[in-house]
């Protein structure tokens, strides 16, 4: 039995080329158990065209949806078949609304149709869903899947911005959610991901304050284009920093840090990436050792700049804590060098950084900012709920 404290969320992520699915059961005194937690990575697809294309990766998440929340049901144990009586009681009425909310999304109507047919509700209480920012036809999949768990099953359903939810992520410590205290205000956050390079200053829950973002190329967009232009796969940033961990002392190569000496805390990557192709046109022979050394210094020039910015920050805005969010923070150099530098210049400062394996795109960090959305009395119907690609944070 649950006592009225504990709610099992089911949370859904389609913002770019992942479909992820988590189910977790919070309880008293922050605990929060993760019964399953699924990504559909469509890396394979995209490979070919060393990026995501929005077309296709909308009709995988359409694909994947059904198949990621059965194993989702499955693995967290509350995944029901409906028998002869459970039958009777169905919900048939609902089914002519279906085609309504997924007018567009033809293949999960399908999908999702058959599934309701054979399942019975689970022992959900809340669905949580990401709603921008990201790739506007891959998040309508997302939500409109959401809607009709919300609906089909009656369920309250909260929306989530992507960028808060590579912060929230953060929370989680030791399966027990951990809020952010008045002592760990003000903090700089700094999101880094294929999609979003983003410094801002987060005074207290709500309270945020832009302080730069990139004028080009995102910093993980930087990865993926410069181990294109050096013939490595996708996504570029494992594939660079595995060469560059390959490569002992320090590079020759000279890349340029674009902006690390401006005032403001604005980014930009796309005259790296243009340094990178020049470089590597001059060259006839590339070997191995010129990729290594050549991953190596493009590493170190993201890392400079990321770095630099967000500690002049910290110690501009005098932040307690300092927040890292997103794919590229997954970078195991990137990770030794924020701790270092952060302990040698802003000892005083906290520093966040989740598990790698949660910097990536996951419905975890849906399911964590979900769940503080909620507990601060958000409500949301979900007729209402839009997709907003470039969503802000506000
Ligand atoms: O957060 P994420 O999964 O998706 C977006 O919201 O964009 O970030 C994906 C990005 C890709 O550009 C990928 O190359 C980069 O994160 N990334 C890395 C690493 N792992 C993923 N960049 C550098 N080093 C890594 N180990
Ligand atoms: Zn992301």
């Known amino acids: 039995m649950k006592t009225k404290k504990e709610i099992t969320i089911?949370?859904?992520?389609?913002?770019?080329?992942?479909?992820?699915?988590?189910?977790?059961?919070?309880?008293?005194?922050?605990?929060?158990?993760?019964?399953?937690?699924?990504?559909?990575?469509?890396?394979?697809?995209?490979?070919?065209?060393?990026?995501?294309?929005?077309?296709?990766?909308?009709?995988?998440?359409?694909?994947?949806?059904?198949?990621?929340?059965?194993?989702?049901?499955?693995?967290?144990?509350?995944?029901?078949?409906?028998?002869?009586?459970?039958?009777?009681?169905?919900?048939?009425?609902?089914?002519?609304?279906l085609e309504k909310i997924l007018e567009r999304e033809k293949e999960l109507q399908k999908r999702i149709t058959s599934f309701f047919k054979k399942y019975q509700k689970p022992d959900i209480d809340l669905?949580?869903?990401?709603?921008?920012?990201?790739?506007?036809?891959?998040?309508?999949?997302?939500?409109?899947?959401?809607?009709?768990?919300?609906?089909?099953?009656?369920?309250?359903?909260?929306?989530?911005n992507h960028v808060k939810a590579h912060i929230f992520v953060n929370m989680l410590q030791n399966g027990k959610i951990k809020k952010l205290i008045k002592r760990d205000f003000p903090a700089i956050c700094l999101i880094v991901s294929g999609g979003h390079t983003l410094l801002f200053l987060m005074k207290g829950f709500g309270k945020y304050e832009i302080l730069g973002e990139t004028r080009d190329d995102a910093a993980g967009e930087c990865f993926d284009k410069t181990a294109r232009i050096l013939g490595l796969g996708y996504p570029g940033g494992p594939e660079i920093s595995k060469r560059a961990a390959e490569f002992f002392g320090k590079p020759k190569i000279k890349l340029p840090r674009p902006m690390i000496n401006t005032k403001d805390y604005d980014f930009s990557f796309s005259g790296l990436k243009t340094a990178v192709l020049y470089d590597n046109l001059k060259k006839v022979r590339k070997d191995k050792k010129y990729i290594q050394e050549m991953c190596k210094e493009i590493q170190q020039s993201i890392i400079d700049v990321l770095a630099r910015k967000t500690i002049n920050a910290a110690i501009n805005r005098k932040a307690k804590s300092i927040i890292l969010g997103g794919g590229v923070v997954a970078n195991k150099e990137l990770r030794k060098q924020f701790t270092e530098r952060v302990k040698k210049l802003v000892p005083k400062a906290k520093l966040f950084i989740p598990k790698p394996e949660n910097c990536t795109d996951n419905a975890l960090m849906v399911a964590i900012a979900g769940y503080f959305k909620y507990k601060g009395g958000k409500k949301e119907k979900w007729k209402k709920i839009k997709v907003d690609a470039n969503l802000k944070i506000e």
């Open 127 to 160: 669905i949580a869903v990401t709603n921008g920012p990201g790739l506007e036809p891959c998040l309508w999949t997302g939500v409109n899947f959401a809607k009709t768990l919300s609906y089909f099953w009656d369920l309250p359903i909260i929306s989530v």
């Open 10 to 97: 089911l949370a859904i992520e389609t913002s770019c080329d992942d479909t992820g699915i988590t189910i977790v059961k919070t309880g008293e005194n922050g605990s929060f158990k993760v019964l399953s937690n699924i990504i559909s990575s469509q890396v394979e697809i995209h490979k070919k065209w060393g990026g995501v294309y929005p077309a296709l990766a909308k009709r995988e998440h359409q694909k994947n949806l059904v198949p990621v929340l059965i194993d989702s049901l499955r693995k967290s144990r509350l995944s029901k078949i409906k028998n002869s009586k459970s039958k009777k009681k169905d919900y048939s009425f609902k089914f002519k609304d």
